[in-house]
């Protein structure tokens, strides 16, 4: 099994920059690929950005510019710089990472999710 962490999340004004981590742990094999979602009031679950072992990204195009996902391999760590934060980016993000355990098979892991609120 594969257990998701993430810190970082809080509270910050308009216009300002917050960054959150998701450490993973566990009996990890392998990792493929890391990213982070996104789920506010109402909305659906959505991909913000991810990030492979070999440091292809993908980002939502609404975060395009604003955003910056980066993962340390060696310490199964991703991380996602949010700058330019709109209220609009407020929500719940998720840690996201597809792994190889021991014992098992290749598996998406979700973290508990960290809230991210921006004020106006």
């Known amino acids: 099994q594969v257990q998701l962490v993430e810190s970082g999340g809080g509270l910050?004004?308009?216009?300002?920059?917050l960054r959150?981590?998701?450490?993973?742990?566990?009996?990890?094999?392998?990792?493929?690929?890391?990213?982070?979602?996104r789920q506010a009031p109402g909305n659906q679950r959505e991909l913000v950005a991810d990030i492979f072992r070999g440091?292809?990204?993908?980002?939502?195009?609404?975060?395009?510019?604003?955003?910056?996902?980066?993962?340390?391999?060696?310490?199964?760590?991703v991380y996602l710089q949010m700058n330019s934060l709109k209220p609009e980016d407020g929500a719940v993000y998720y840690c996201n990472a597809h792994a190889l355990a021991n014992g098992s098979t290749w598996s998406f892991y979700w973290g508990q999710g960290t809230q991210v609120t921006v004020s106006s």
């Not at 009996?27 to 890391?34: A, K, P, T, V």
């Open 20 to 37: 959150v981590s998701c450490v993973a742990s566990g009996s990890i094999l392998s990792i493929r690929s890391m990213g982070w979602y």
């Open 55 to 77: 440091g292809t990204t993908t980002y939502a195009d609404s975060v395009k510019g604003r955003f910056t996902i980066s993962r340390d391999n060696a310490k199964n760590t």
């Open 12 to 17: 910050v004004q308009a216009g300002g920059s």
